[in-house]
């Protein structure tokens, strides 16, 4: 007899991370579901374009992480086996700009879906999205799952939150509660606020000659840049252990913005140095010393390893923007790029 079909929850499903295991959960034979604003049934060829090709698939339940109601709702109401939360206010910038909201997302809705899950479905497996600007001003590098969290952002102090709420309701509650500590993960999905997405589009914007320049902050940040789509098996390898735990995502290595530009410029055959502008408003009040994951653990417990390197990395976003805007502007000429 088959067993029946693994039944997954994705809050957060319409973004990058979301859409990228919805895809694998689905190819893995789960039977998934997603959590998204009711504003996104509302306007689905804006806001749920990244699910196109499982749309078909998997369901969508409107809920809002600043409603406990909502969630409680639709747990109430569906039995799942894995919960992937992965919803919440994810840019760094914004939340120095408005760390108010921020935190009460990202804190609270974590919180709800927690508490929601301890109240209806305790043998849920739960996965928490910790960032690497939990570890902020850094202790030690390259930074790994013993490395303590001294943040520099009011995004990064609510990811902190997140994580020890999730470590609470495993070691008060019972539940098997996981994080992923991941570093950058980017991919042609990501939105266009996030230097690498900026990058690859301003690349192309001047490449198909709709832009002179593109303005940047700081060349000289460093990341650890990885591939979304690796990050997300990563995701699920952890709920697939027999206990759960705590785990770096990263590739062990870092590039400067600079460096960045340079490739992606590169791979459009031209020269950054001609085009990249410095940003003093785009600098941020304080930035996270370096970054860098040693996901030694991920590899030895989980098995997961990187697949795309950086080179490969930028390489795939410049062409994917180069061939996105020659399709937009090809059918209509007057679209301006968004970025
Ligand atoms: O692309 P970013 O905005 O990503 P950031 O802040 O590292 O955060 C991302 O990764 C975290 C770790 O996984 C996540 F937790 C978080 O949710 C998000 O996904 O900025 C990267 C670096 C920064 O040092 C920033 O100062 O690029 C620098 N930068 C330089 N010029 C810029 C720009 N960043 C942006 N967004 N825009 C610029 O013009």
Known sequence: MTPPRKRAL?????????SYLAEYLVGLGYEVHGLVR??????????LGRLRSVLSQ????????????SIFHVLS??????????????FVAESFADGFS???????????????????????KFYFAGSSEMFGRVHETPQRETTPFQPRSPYG???????H??????????????????????????????????????????????ASELRLGNLEAQRDWGHARDYVRAMHLILQQPEPDDYVVATGEAHSVREFCELAFA???????????????????????????????????????????????????????LELLASTTQQNPSAVHPG
């Open 10 to 18: 994705i809050t957060g499903i319409t973004g990058q991370d979301g």
């Open 38 to 47: 009711r504003v996104a049934l509302e306007q689905p060829e804006l806001r």
């Open 58 to 69: 998997i369901q969508i339940h409107p809920a809002n992480l600043d409603s406990y109601a």
């Open 77 to 90: 109401q569906q039995r799942f086996d894995e919960c992937y939360h992965l919803a919440g206010q994810s």
């Open 102 to 124: 921020t935190m009460s997302t990202n804190i609270n809705g974590t919180h709800y879906v927690l508490a929601a899950l301890k109240e209806l479905q305790p043998k849920c």
């Open 157 to 163: 102090i609510s990811k902190v939150a997140g994580y």
């Open 165 to 210: 709420l999730s470590a609470n309701y495993r070691e008060d509650f019972g539940m098997f509660c996981a994080s992923g500590i991941l570093f950058n993960h980017e991919s042609p999905r990501r939105s266009f606020e996030f230097v690498t997405r900026k990058i690859s589009a301003g690349v192309a914007r001047i490449k198909l000659g709709l």
């Open 267 to 321: 791979e459009a055959g031209l020269d950054y140095r001609d085009f990249v502008k410095r940003d003093e408003a785009v600098h941020r009040p304080a930035e996270t010393d370096l970054l860098i994951g040693d996901a030694s653990k991920a590899r030895l417990v989980l098995g997961w390893q990187p697949t795309v390197g950086f080179v490969g990395l930028v390489k795939e976003l410049v062409q994917a923007d």
